[in-house]
């Protein structure tokens, strides 16, 4: 399977493109903790994706690219991004689901279904292009960043509408990682549980789920329950949402296929083409969970050696995937990103306050059956 994902041709025209994305991928990390420094509690909200991002569209626009890099550049996006994307199952392990799995699937799946509905109706009513609706969708709805990237090669979405929609994302996760926290005290006032739930299932990206929930955490130190603080349900409910990549990315590359074809194709013909949706990096993606579990299973998840093992995969995956973000950035003309105007921005801001909504709903008129 890896090398499946890996196999490229003519290996030697790759370096100039992804040294490139590699350099600007090491400064992402670099301003991105340099930046967190000023922070004397909690790193500021600055992912080094989003930061690797900008660089790569920084370069792209002020100085331009030679032909040299092309190759290099379309390795990242086309092949790096989903080997990325297959090491970062190894997060997920099958027992926190179980732990909590049985009462935030129930709201996950409700809040993912909610912003994709919402979310693909306002896009096609306002005229934008559905494709960049649904990548907002689904990083609003699922796990942020890491979900736009995966969806965008399933439904063929353009380099410029991955980077806005990754843009859209950041913007509007960055502002609920800022606010949230407080909102969830302050305003909300839900118990420690509830408070769990609701930032695991509103936050867009799962490193800005981690931030929200630790200066929840570190504000409110005293709240507990049964030992779990609000960051230990935020995070596993978020590890859950990533989950449903492989039921919504198969389902969107189904749906946006589907209305290409003939409505008068066979029932049979379709569930063949289903399965042929389903992405070998999704399926990679599923093994390393349970891979992941049956370490942890075999070998203890305190374990010393196998937590480096699963920890390293874990670090190579963010890695990865920043150099594959950072060659986007360096493949997108910025002229084309302002052509996209308001309307991508509407589109994020009303799934955010979908998924907010829903999310605070659910946890306020259920929260007496959350508690452990």
Request: aromatic share 12%; with cysteine; charged share 15%.
């Amino acid at each position: 399977m890896a090398l499946t994902l890996l196999k490229f041709s003519n290996p030697v025209r790759l370096l100039p493109g992804l040294l490139l994305a590699v350099g600007l991928a090491g400064g992402a990390f670099f301003l991105s903790d340099f930046i967190g420094s000023f922070s004397q509690s909690v790193k500021l909200p600055i992912s080094p994706i989003l930061l690797a991002i900008v660089l790569g569209v920084i370069v792209k626009s002020t100085f331009g690219l030679s032909p040299v890099f092309k190759s290099g550049i379309d390795f990242g996006i086309k092949k790096l991004l989903r080997f990325g994307i297959v090491l970062m199952g190894i997060r997920l392990s099958i027992f926190e689901v179980i732990k909590i799995g049985s009462v935030a699937i129930f709201m996950v799946a409700l809040c993912i279904a909610a912003a994709l509905a919402i979310t693909l109706f306002l896009s096609q009513k306002i005229g934008m292009s559905q494709k960049l609706g649904a990548l907002i969708a689904a990083g609003t709805s699922i796990c942020g960043v890491s979900a736009i990237v995966a969806v965008s090669p399933t439904i063929d979405a353009r380099e410029n509408e991955t980077t806005y929609a990754i843009a859209v994302i950041t913007l509007f996760g960055i502002v609920a990682t800022l606010f949230y926290p407080y909102l969830t005290e302050l305003v909300f006032n839900l118990p420690v549980v509830e408070a769990g739930f609701f930032m695991g299932t509103s936050v867009h990206d799962t490193s800005q789920v981690v931030a929200t929930s630790l200066i929840y955490d570190q504000l409110w130190s005293h709240k507990s329950v049964g030992g779990l603080s609000g960051a230990d349900i935020a995070i596993t409910t978020k590890l859950i949402r990533n989950t449903f990549m492989v039921i919504v990315i198969p389902f969107l590359g189904f749906w946006f296929e589907k209305n290409k074809t003939d409505s008068r194709k066979s029932k049979s013909k379709t569930r063949f083409e289903i399965i042929r949706y389903i992405p070998i990096f999704v399926i990679g993606y599923i093994l390393m969970g349970f891979a992941r579990s049956l370490g942890d299973f075999i070998w203890g998840g305190d374990n010393y050696a196998w937590v480096q093992v699963w920890s390293g995969i874990k670090l190579s995956a963010s890695y990865l995937i920043t150099i594959a973000i950072a060659c986007i950035g360096l493949s997108t003309d910025v002229r084309k990103i302002f052509k996209l105007g308001y309307k991508p921005l509407l589109c994020g801001l009303t799934a955010a306050l979908t998924v907010g909504l829903v999310s605070w709903i659910l946890v306020t008129q259920f929260g007496k059956y959350l508690n452990f």
